[in-house]
C-alpha cells in the first residue's frame, strides 16, 4: 500500500507488524503508546538532542542496532545527508522502513551485525550505538569495530548499574591492593547469567567508571555526558601507528 491512508490504515500496519520498541508518531499515530519506559525513546532524545547540532548540514549518519528508526528519523529531520540504519532483527527492520515510508524520509535500512559493521564501505560523520553494548557478550569487541567506523562523532549509551561516578584513576596499583576492589566506583561490569528484566540477551551492564574507562581505552575522547546513559565521543588515540586498537588486539601487538 502507499501509506498515504488514513489514521485507520496506519494503526492497522502498525498492529501488524508486532510489538514495537520506539515510540514514534506516524501521523499521530503512535506505535508503542504503552512502552514501560514512557514515551521511549523520546525522553532520552529530549537530553541527548541539545548535544548534537540543530543542523547536520549533509552529514551521514550509521545508526547501529536501528531498531525502528527513531534516530534515525530525528538525524535526518536535522539535515543528515546519507542515513543508514542497521539491526539483525528483521521485524524492527520491517518497522523502520514502514516508518520511513509514512514520514517520506530516505533513509537505508539494512540487515548487518554490530560484529560486521567493519565490512560496510567508508566512515560516517556521525555514529550512533545505542542500546546494544550491554546486549553483547564481546562487548568491548563491539565497541573496537564500531569504532573503524567513525569519522566525526561516536553517539554511545549503555545501560548502567551500580555507581554512577567515575572515580579518580591511577596508572597502576600495587599487586597487594585489594581495596579498590571494594570500591564501588572502581570501573565494574555485572555479569548476567541468565536474565535481567526477563531479558536473556543482556550480558554484561557496566557501571560509570567501567563505561568511561573502555571508551577511553578504546582511544576515544569523552566530548560530552548528555544525560546519565549516553556519551558523546570522538576518535582521539583510535589508532596505534597505522594500525587500529582491534586489529593490534587480534595480532598481538597492542
Ligand atoms: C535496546 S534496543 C536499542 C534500540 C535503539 N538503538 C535505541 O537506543 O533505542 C537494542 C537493539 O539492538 C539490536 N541488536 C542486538 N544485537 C545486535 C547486533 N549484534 N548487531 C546489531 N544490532 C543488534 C536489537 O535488535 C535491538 O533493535
Known amino acids: ?37 514512557g514515551d521511549f525513546p523520546r525522553v532520552k532524545w529530549k537530553s541527548i538532542a541539545p ?17 525502528a528508526g527513531f534516530y534515525s528519523v530525528e538525524l535526518k529531520r536535522r539535515g543528515a545527508g546519507r542515513v543508514l540504519g542497521v539491526d539483525v532483527d528483521d521485524r524492527y ?16 535500512f539494512a540487515k548487518c551485525s554490530v560484529y560486521d559493521v567493519d565490512q560496510i564501505p567508508g566512515q560516517f560523520d556521525y555514529v550512533l550505538f545505542m542500546g546494544v553494548f550491554y546486549h553483547l557478550r564481546y562487548p568491548l569487541y563491539a565497541l573496537d569495530k564500531v569504532i573503524k567506523k567513525v569519522k566525526g562523532r561516536l553517539v554511545f549509551q549503555t545501560m548502567i548499574r551500580g555507581s554512577l561516578t567515575s572515580p579518580e584513576l ?33 550480558w ?10 573502555m571508551l577511553r581505552s578504546s582511544g576515544l575522547e569523552i566530548e560530552s555526558h548528555p544525560e546519565p546513559e549516553t556519551w558523546i565521543c570522538r576518535p582521539a588515540t583510535v589508532m596505534k601507528g597505522n594500525k587500529y586498537i582491534l586489529d593490534h588486539e587480534l595480532a598481538g601487538t597492542l
Request: charged content about 20%.
Open 204 to 213: 554484561w551492564i557496566p557501571n560509570h567508571g567501567a563505561m568511561e574507562a
Open 51 to 67: 548535544a548534537l547540532p540543530s543542523d547536520l548540514n549533509g552529514a551521514s549518519v550509521l545508526d547501529i542496532g536501528c531498531n
Open 170 to 202: 591511577k596508572d597502576d596499583y600495587h599487586f597487594w591492593n585489594k581495596e579498590i576492589f571494594e570500591s564501588p566506583d572502581f570501573p565494574r561490569m555485572y555479569f548476567i547469567e541468565k536474565s535481567y528484566a526477563g531479558d536473556p540477551t543482556n
Open 1 to 37: 500500500m502507499a501509506v498515504g491512508g488514513g489514521a485507520v490504515e496506519i494503526a492497522h500496519r502498525i498492529s501488524e507488524m508486532g510489538e514495537w520498541f520506539h515510540n514514534i508518531d506516524l501521523k499521530g499515530v503512535p506505535t508503542a503508546p504503552a512502552h514501560f519506559l
Open 93 to 108: 527492520l520491517a518497522q523502520a522502513r514502514f516508518v520511513a515510508e509514512v514520514l517520506e524520509l530516505d533513509t537505508e
